[in-house]
Protein backbone atom coordinates (compact mmCIF):
# COMPACT_ATOMS: atom_id res chain seq x y z
CA UNK A 1 0.00 0.00 0.00
CA UNK A 2 1.31 3.47 -0.80
CA UNK A 3 0.78 6.90 0.72
CA UNK A 4 -2.18 7.59 -1.15
CA UNK A 5 -3.38 4.19 -0.75
CA UNK A 6 -3.69 4.06 2.66
CA UNK A 7 -4.71 7.65 2.93
CA UNK A 8 -7.91 6.80 0.84
CA UNK A 9 -8.90 3.46 2.29
CA UNK A 10 -8.46 4.58 5.98
CA UNK A 11 -11.71 4.25 7.64
CA UNK A 12 -13.42 4.89 11.02
CA UNK A 13 -13.82 1.25 12.53
CA UNK A 14 -16.31 0.48 14.71
CA UNK A 15 -16.39 -3.19 14.62
CA UNK A 16 -13.77 -5.25 15.81
CA UNK A 17 -12.80 -9.03 16.61
CA UNK A 18 -11.69 -10.33 19.78
CA UNK A 19 -8.19 -10.83 18.41
CA UNK A 20 -5.16 -8.97 20.39
CA UNK A 21 -3.26 -6.71 19.09
CA UNK A 22 0.17 -7.74 19.79
CA UNK A 23 3.21 -6.15 21.33
CA UNK A 24 5.41 -5.70 18.00
CA UNK A 25 2.79 -4.54 16.15
CA UNK A 26 1.94 -1.74 18.79
CA UNK A 27 5.92 -1.02 18.74
CA UNK A 28 5.41 -0.38 15.01
CA UNK A 29 2.75 1.63 15.15
CA UNK A 30 4.16 3.63 17.80
CA UNK A 31 7.52 4.00 15.65
CA UNK A 32 5.45 5.49 12.55
CA UNK A 33 3.53 7.89 15.11
CA UNK A 34 6.97 9.57 16.29
CA UNK A 35 8.03 10.28 13.05
CA UNK A 36 5.55 12.76 12.40
CA UNK A 37 6.83 16.54 12.46
CA UNK A 38 6.42 18.44 15.79
CA UNK A 39 7.06 22.17 16.28
CA UNK A 40 10.54 23.00 17.16
CA UNK A 41 11.28 18.99 16.91
CA UNK A 42 10.42 19.27 20.69
CA UNK A 43 7.94 15.90 20.06
CA UNK A 44 5.62 16.25 22.84
CA UNK A 45 3.56 13.38 22.05
CA UNK A 46 3.51 10.54 25.11
CA UNK A 47 1.96 7.50 24.97
CA UNK A 48 -0.25 5.22 27.03
CA UNK A 49 -1.46 1.64 25.88
CA UNK A 50 -4.37 0.24 27.21
CA UNK A 51 -5.62 -3.42 26.61
CA UNK A 52 -7.41 -4.04 29.62
CA UNK A 53 -11.27 -5.04 28.84
CA UNK A 54 -12.74 -4.33 32.12
CA UNK A 55 -10.63 -0.69 32.37
CA UNK A 56 -11.89 0.14 28.76
CA UNK A 57 -15.14 -0.25 30.02
CA UNK A 58 -14.71 1.35 33.30
CA UNK A 59 -13.45 4.41 31.08
CA UNK A 60 -16.50 4.42 28.59
CA UNK A 61 -18.84 4.02 31.66
CA UNK A 62 -17.38 6.64 32.91
CA UNK A 63 -17.15 8.65 29.87
CA UNK A 64 -20.67 8.49 29.06
CA UNK A 65 -21.84 9.00 32.48
CA UNK A 66 -20.02 12.47 32.19
CA UNK A 67 -21.10 12.96 28.35
CA UNK A 68 -25.27 12.32 29.69
CA UNK A 69 -24.22 14.68 32.58
CA UNK A 70 -22.73 17.36 30.50
CA UNK A 71 -25.82 17.03 27.97
CA UNK A 72 -27.77 19.73 29.22
CA UNK A 73 -25.38 22.45 28.37
CA UNK A 74 -24.06 20.91 25.36
CA UNK A 75 -26.66 19.96 22.72
CA UNK A 76 -23.89 18.21 20.07
CA UNK A 77 -24.40 15.65 23.26
CA UNK A 78 -28.31 15.47 22.95
CA UNK A 79 -27.95 14.13 19.86
CA UNK A 80 -25.99 10.76 21.22
CA UNK A 81 -28.52 10.77 24.09
CA UNK A 82 -30.12 7.48 23.21
CA UNK A 83 -26.89 5.58 22.14
CA UNK A 84 -25.21 6.70 25.36
CA UNK A 85 -28.19 5.44 27.27
CA UNK A 86 -27.55 2.30 26.34
CA UNK A 87 -25.69 0.06 28.80
CA UNK A 88 -24.48 -2.27 25.89
CA UNK A 89 -22.68 0.43 24.18
CA UNK A 90 -18.96 0.81 24.63
CA UNK A 91 -17.36 4.17 23.56
CA UNK A 92 -14.43 2.33 22.17
CA UNK A 93 -16.66 -0.86 20.00
CA UNK A 94 -15.14 -3.42 22.31
CA UNK A 95 -11.70 -2.55 20.27
CA UNK A 96 -8.75 -4.69 21.66
CA UNK A 97 -6.50 -1.98 22.41
CA UNK A 98 -6.55 1.93 23.08
CA UNK A 99 -3.91 4.00 22.09
CA UNK A 100 -3.70 7.05 24.22
CA UNK A 101 -2.05 10.14 22.79
CA UNK A 102 -1.36 12.72 25.14
CA UNK A 103 0.93 15.79 25.80
CA UNK A 104 3.29 16.62 29.09
CA UNK A 105 2.48 20.62 28.72
CA UNK A 106 -0.60 22.41 27.03
CA UNK A 107 -0.24 23.97 24.36
CA UNK A 108 -1.81 24.42 20.39
CA UNK A 109 1.22 23.31 18.92
CA UNK A 110 1.33 20.39 20.99
CA UNK A 111 -1.73 19.15 20.37
CA UNK A 112 -1.44 19.73 16.64
CA UNK A 113 2.00 17.60 17.01
CA UNK A 114 -0.28 14.44 18.81
CA UNK A 115 -2.81 14.97 16.17
CA UNK A 116 -0.14 14.33 13.50
CA UNK A 117 1.53 11.59 15.50
CA UNK A 118 -2.32 10.19 15.30
CA UNK A 119 -2.75 10.10 11.79
CA UNK A 120 0.54 8.79 11.35
CA UNK A 121 -0.38 5.90 13.84
CA UNK A 122 -3.39 5.38 11.69
CA UNK A 123 -2.06 5.33 8.33
CA UNK A 124 -0.01 2.55 9.16
CA UNK A 125 -2.34 0.60 11.08
CA UNK A 126 -4.38 0.91 7.97
CA UNK A 127 -1.25 -0.33 5.92
CA UNK A 128 -1.20 -3.19 8.47
CA UNK A 129 -4.97 -4.31 7.77
CA UNK A 130 -6.00 -2.91 11.27
CA UNK A 131 -8.67 -0.64 11.91
CA UNK A 132 -8.30 2.66 13.77
CA UNK A 133 -11.14 5.17 15.34
CA UNK A 134 -10.48 8.73 16.85
CA UNK A 135 -12.58 8.26 20.04
CA UNK A 136 -13.30 11.69 21.04
CA UNK A 137 -16.31 11.09 23.06
CA UNK A 138 -13.03 9.74 25.62
CA UNK A 139 -11.39 12.78 26.05
CA UNK A 140 -13.27 14.07 29.18
CA UNK A 141 -12.93 11.17 31.19
CA UNK A 142 -9.47 10.66 29.77
CA UNK A 143 -8.79 13.98 31.19
CA UNK A 144 -9.89 13.46 34.63
CA UNK A 145 -7.02 14.26 37.40
CA UNK A 146 -7.45 10.69 38.39
CA UNK A 147 -7.51 8.97 35.19
CA UNK A 148 -4.11 10.39 33.80
CA UNK A 149 -2.75 9.23 37.12
CA UNK A 150 -3.15 5.90 36.40
CA UNK A 151 -1.98 7.22 32.42
CA UNK A 152 1.03 8.16 34.35
CA UNK A 153 0.62 11.88 32.75
CA UNK A 154 1.65 14.58 34.71
CA UNK A 155 -1.27 16.54 35.67
CA UNK A 156 -0.08 19.54 33.39
CA UNK A 157 -0.15 17.21 30.74
CA UNK A 158 -3.42 16.12 28.22
CA UNK A 159 -4.98 13.63 26.47
CA UNK A 160 -5.28 14.82 22.91
CA UNK A 161 -5.74 12.23 20.54
CA UNK A 162 -7.40 8.54 22.26
CA UNK A 163 -6.80 5.90 18.87
CA UNK A 164 -8.82 2.68 19.39
CA UNK A 165 -6.99 0.17 17.03
CA UNK A 166 -8.09 -3.58 16.69
CA UNK A 167 -8.41 -6.19 13.80
CA UNK A 168 -11.73 -5.09 12.01
CA UNK A 169 -14.68 -7.19 11.88
CA UNK A 170 -15.99 -5.27 9.36
CA UNK A 171 -14.78 -2.46 7.25
CA UNK A 172 -17.55 0.25 6.95
CA UNK A 173 -18.23 1.83 3.53
CA UNK A 174 -16.33 5.20 2.47
CA UNK A 175 -18.08 8.18 4.18
CA UNK A 176 -18.40 10.84 0.99
CA UNK A 177 -16.06 14.03 0.96
CA UNK A 178 -16.90 17.14 -0.37
CA UNK A 179 -14.80 18.86 -3.08
CA UNK A 180 -11.89 21.10 -1.14
CA UNK A 181 -13.39 24.59 -0.70
CA UNK A 182 -10.66 26.47 -2.00
CA UNK A 183 -11.08 30.40 -0.61
CA UNK A 184 -8.33 31.72 -2.32
CA UNK A 185 -5.57 31.12 -4.99
CA UNK A 186 -3.46 33.95 -4.95
CA UNK A 187 -1.23 33.65 -8.14
CA UNK A 188 1.14 36.16 -9.94
C1 LIG B 1 -11.32 14.36 16.59
C2 LIG B 1 -12.20 13.19 16.22
C3 LIG B 1 -13.06 12.66 17.16
C4 LIG B 1 -13.86 11.56 16.84
N1 LIG B 1 -14.64 11.00 17.80
C5 LIG B 1 -15.36 9.90 17.52
C6 LIG B 1 -16.11 9.24 18.55
O1 LIG B 1 -16.10 9.63 19.73
N2 LIG B 1 -16.82 8.14 18.21
C7 LIG B 1 -16.83 7.64 16.93
O2 LIG B 1 -17.50 6.64 16.70
N3 LIG B 1 -16.13 8.24 15.93
C8 LIG B 1 -15.39 9.34 16.20
N4 LIG B 1 -14.64 9.93 15.22
C9 LIG B 1 -14.61 9.35 13.87
C10 LIG B 1 -15.35 10.21 12.84
O3 LIG B 1 -16.73 10.11 13.07
C11 LIG B 1 -14.96 9.73 11.43
O4 LIG B 1 -13.59 9.91 11.24
C12 LIG B 1 -15.74 10.49 10.35
O5 LIG B 1 -17.11 10.16 10.40
C13 LIG B 1 -15.24 10.19 8.93
O6 LIG B 1 -15.24 8.81 8.67
P1 LIG B 1 -13.89 8.08 8.19
O7 LIG B 1 -12.88 8.27 9.27
O8 LIG B 1 -14.28 6.63 7.99
O9 LIG B 1 -13.49 8.72 6.89
C14 LIG B 1 -13.82 11.02 15.52
C15 LIG B 1 -12.94 11.57 14.58
C16 LIG B 1 -12.14 12.63 14.92
C17 LIG B 1 -11.17 13.17 13.89
Not at 79 to 90: C, G, I, K, M
Amino acid sequence: MNVMQAITARRAVRDYLHHPVEPDVIQMLLHAAVQAPSARNRQPWRFAIVQDAECLKRYSDAAKALLLADGDRNPKVLAYRDLLTQPQFNIFYNASTLIVIGVEERSPYAEADAWLAAQNLMLAACDADLGTCCIGFALGVLNLPEVKQELHLPPGGAVVAPIIVGYPRTMPAPVPRAEPQVMAWIRP
